[in-house]
């Protein structure tokens, strides 16, 4: 079993940063693939950013250029460094292990973590 354990959301205001971290527990996740969802309201949970177990990235083209997933197999951890942000990007931000690109379901789950962008 893997537990994920998301931190680093909250209320952000258009144009900010924010960093989220996806702590890992319970296995080693480095040849995992891992991914970040988000959830906004009303809409379904869509993967914005994908990471390989070699480190491949990939992201959804609403993030572009915008969002970086990065991690540090040594601590266990996947992060999520979101730039340049807008009304839009506002959700449940969901880390999640053993995913691949374009999935729509994985592995695990963390509980998730609210991003509130303001206008």
């Known amino acids: 079993q893997v537990q994920l354990v998301e931190s680093g959301g909250g209320l952000v205001q258009a144009g900010g940063s924010l960093r989220l971290s996806c702590q890992a527990s319970?296995?080693?996740?480095?040849?995992?693939?891992m991914g970040w969802f988000r959830q906004a309201p009303g809409k379904q949970r869509e993967l914005v950013a994908h990471i390989s177990g070699g480190g491949t990235t990939t992201y959804a083209d609403s993030v572009k250029g915008r969002f970086t997933i990065s991690r540090d197999n040594a601590k266990n951890t996947v992060y999520l460094q979101m730039n340049s942000l807008k009304p839009e990007d506002t959700g449940v931000y969901f880390c999640?292990?053993?995913?691949?690109?374009?999935?729509?379901?994985?592995?695990?789950w963390g509980q998730g973590t609210q991003v509130t962008v303001s206008s």
């Open positions: 319970g296995r080693i996740i480095s040849r995992y693939g």
């Open positions: 999640a292990a053993r995913v691949s690109p374009g999935d729509t379901s994985a592995g695990y």
